[in-house]
T-cell receptor, first 112, second 116 residues
Framework: GESVGLHLPTLSVQEGDNSIINCAYSNSASDYFIWYKQESGKGPQFIIDIRSNMDKRQGQRVTVLLNKTVKHLSLQIAATQPGDSAVYFCAENETGRRALTFGSGTRLQVQP | ETGVTQTPRHLVMGMTNKKSLKCEQHLGHNAMYWYKQSAKKPLELMFVYNFKEQTENNSVPSRFSPECPNSSHLFLHLHTLQPEDSALYLC???????????????FGPGTRLTVL
C-alpha cells in the first residue's frame, strides 16, 4: 500500500527517540486536519485529528500541533517503535467539502 | 480491521479487458469514496457517493465507471484501461448522509491494479 516509487521525504530515527513529521497546507479556509499512517500492503489508517479551533491535541504517544498562522501541521510520535515505520500523510478539509485533500506523505524509518 | 473491505486485493488486466473492483463497508456509513494512489502522485480523489448519489466526479476518464447500488457497496468498473492507470485503488467511507460528516474517512486495504 505504500507509494512505491514516489519520491517521499524520509525521516530516519532511532528506536526510542521522538519523531516529528511536518506538513504544510495551502488552504487558509481548511478547518479540519487528519494524520494517517499507511503501512506496506495496507490502506491509510486514522491516527489523530484536530479542528482549527485548537492548536494542540494529544493521543496515545502522538501529538498533533496546528499553526494556522503559517499553515503548518506536525505530528509528534513519542518513543518511536519499529512498528511506527510507515508512510504518514496529513489531510485537510474545509467545512462543506465532501472530500479530504491529502499531502504527498513522509516515510518514517525506525532503526532498531 | 477498519470495517472496509475491498476485493480483489490484486488484479492484472490487459488493456482490452473489462473488470470490476468491489468495496463493502460494515460501519453503517452513508458516504463512500474511490481514491487512486499511484507511484508518482499523492492520493487522488476520484468519486464521492452520498446516499447512493454521486456527489463528486473529480474529472475522471470515462473508462472508470463507478456504481453504488446501496450505501454499503461501491463498485468501480474498468474497461479499456491504459498502463498509466496502474495504481493502488482505495475505497473509503465516512458518516456522510444528512449529518454531512465527510472528514473521518476509513479506508479499505486497496486493490493493487496492474494494466499490461
Amino acid at each position: 500500500g505504500e507509494s512505491v516509487g514516489l519520491h517521499l521525504p524520509t525521516l530516519s530515527v532511532q528506536e526510542g527517540d521522538n519523531s516529528i513529521i511536518n506538513c504544510a497546507y495551502s488552504n487558509s479556509a481548511s478547518d479540519y486536519f487528519i494524520w494517517y499512517k499507511q503501512e506496506s500492503g495496507k490502506g491509510p489508517q486514522f491516527i489523530i485529528d484536530i479542528r482549527s479551533n485548537m492548536d494542540k491535541r494529544q493521543g496515545q504517544r502522538v501529538t498533533v500541533l496546528l499553526n494556522k498562522t503559517v499553515k503548518h501541521l506536525s505530528l509528534q510520535i513519542a518513543a518511536t517503535q519499529p512498528g511506527d515505520s510507515a508512510v504518514y500523510f496529513c489531510a485537510e478539509n474545509e467545512t462543506g467539502r465532501r472530500a479530504l485533500t491529502f499531502g504527498s506523505g513522509t516515510r518514517l524509518q525506525v532503526q532498531p | 480491521e477498519t470495517g472496509v473491505t475491498q476485493t480483489p486485493r490484486h488484479l492484472v488486466m490487459g488493456m482490452t479487458n473489462k473488470k470490476s473492483l468491489k468495496c463493502e463497508q460494515h460501519l453503517g456509513h452513508n458516504a463512500m469514496y474511490w481514491y487512486k494512489q499511484s507511484a508518482k502522485k499523492p492520493l487522488e480523489l476520484m468519486f464521492v457517493y452520498n446516499f447512493k448519489e454521486q456527489t463528486e466526479n473529480n474529472s475522471v476518464p470515462s473508462r472508470f465507471s463507478p456504481e453504488c447500488p446501496n450505501s454499503s457497496h461501491l463498485f468501480l468498473h474498468l474497461h479499456t484501461l491504459q498502463p498509466e492507470d496502474s495504481a493502488l485503488y482505495l475505497c473509503a467511507s465516512s458518516q456522510g448522509g444528512l449529518s454531512g460528516i465527510y472528514n473521518e474517512q476509513f479506508f479499505g486495504p486497496g486493490t493493487r491494479l496492474t494494466v499490461l
